[in-house]
């Protein structure tokens, strides 16, 4: 793993490339990584040179033109992909070739097999490659581990978990199937993860349902039942044709806990936190926190070698492989479904 610099007796900050400008690295990553101390928005690389210089200039970043120039540069130790999905594979594959840490937005590949590749380079270059899942650092999540662990709603029975929100405009790249668009890589992975996160272990599909968009083939919306090792079950739901929904709920023998904005609370955002008992509705209003900033700075973290980076790694590959999954289920269920319409349809010729 590469070290850092130290500048007057402190580690310098981690010098950071950005492939693409992207609206998630603009919106939130970006003004994140600015105000984070351990981090330092080197340079932005675009294919479109005007958005380079906007973009750079507002972060104080050297623009570049074109990704390659940006990865050849020895100046700098890591980069953040926020490209779309189908870009992320073979961008990370070259930023860590070129022996850059990668943080890389979710989902970070779009099959399994891309990402046990990524891993596996990753490791070969003692290099970090982290899956920017901000949610999984906002500390609301730990306080739902806490009340878990200490048995606040009793023996846990199930779970759901929910991320939705209204139509996308026509030109969105979510509606193009060629750069990894649709719901399932877009909102369903939210769900996916923080199941994994609650339930822990290996997760397993019972089964999973698709609902594709007939003009552009990308799947709009879904739900798929997980199983966790201990037979526990969770529901999740999600999609880009709903009202906004960014929720989940855990119920146990003796109550539930209910969590909304679970997956994308601003920093300002004080979470309020649900537990439901037979006798009593308790509501907890927790600390806000930066979940933005959080992720920059545990990946710089780990590039110092505060940590071990396989554990990021490993969380990678079984989300792609999760994620492929509840596709091949999806798959499955749809021409089960498809099969027993024929068995029903009249045949030609046949007797009404």
Do not use: K, N
């Given at each position: 793993m590469s070290a850092q610099p130290v500048v007057t007796g402190r580690v310098a900050p981690l010098r950071i490339g950005v492939l693409g400008c992207g609206g998630i690295a603009m919106r939130r990553m970006l003004p994140a990584m600015a105000?984070?101390?351990?981090?330092?928005?080197?340079?932005?690389?675009?294919r479109d040179r005007a958005r380079a210089q906007t973009a750079a200039a507002r972060f104080?970043?050297?623009p570049v033109h074109g990704y390659e120039r940006l990865?050849?540069?020895?100046?700098?130790?890591?980069?953040?992909?926020?490209?779309?999905?189908?870009?992320?594979?073979?961008?990370?594959a070259r930023a860590l070739k070129a022996g850059k840490h990668a943080l890389v937005e979710k989902?970070?590949?779009?099959a399994a097999q891309e990402?046990?590749?990524?891993?596996?380079?990753?490791?070969?270059?003692?290099?970090?490659l982290m899956e920017s899942f901000m949610f999984l650092h906002h500390s609301q999540h730990a306080t739902v581990t806490a009340l878990l662990e200490r048995g606040e709603i009793g023996e846990l029975r199930g779970m759901t978990a929910e991320f939705g929100f209204p139509p996308l405009p026509a030109q969105d790249i979510r509606h193009r199937p060629e750069l990894g668009g649709g719901a399932l890589l877009d909102a369903g992975v939210y769900t996916l993860r923080v199941t994994q996160l609650l339930l822990g272990g290996a997760l397993s599909v019972a089964g999973a349902t698709l609902a594709a968009d007939a003009a552009t083939g990308v799947d709009v919306g879904g739900?798929?039942?997980?199983?966790?090792?201990?037979?526990?079950?969770?529901?999740?739901?999600?999609?880009?044709?709903?009202?906004?929904?960014?929720?989940?709920?855990l119920w146990g023998s003796a109550g539930r806990i209910v969590l909304d904005r679970a997956f994308t609370p601003p920093p300002e955002h004080r979470p309020v936190l649900r537990v439901e008992r037979q006798d009593r509705v308790e509501e907890l209003t927790l600390p806000a926190d930066d979940q933005f900033a959080n992720?920059?700075?545990?990946?710089?973290?780990?590039?110092?070698?505060?940590?071990?980076?396989?554990?990021?790694?490993?969380?990678?590959?079984?989300?792609?492989e999760l994620v492929d999954a509840v596709r091949t289920a999806a798959v499955r269920q749809a021409e089960t479904v498809d099969a027993a319409r024929a068995a029903t349809r009249p045949r030609p010729g046949s007797p009404p």
């Open positions: 105000r984070t101390p351990a981090v330092r928005i080197a340079a932005v690389a675009s104080g970043a050297d990865l050849e540069r020895d100046d700098i130790a890591a980069v953040y992909v926020p490209l779309p999905p189908a870009l992320h594979a073979p961008w990370t989902p970070m590949v779009t990402a046990r590749d990524l891993a596996g380079l990753a490791e070969e270059g003692r290099l970090v739900d798929a039942l997980l199983r966790g090792d201990s037979g526990v079950t969770s529901h999740v739901s999600f999609g880009f044709r709903h009202s906004y929904r960014s929720a989940y709920t992720i920059a700075a545990r990946f710089a973290a780990l590039v110092r070698g505060d940590g071990d980076p396989t554990t990021q790694r490993v969380a990678a590959v079984r989300q792609a």
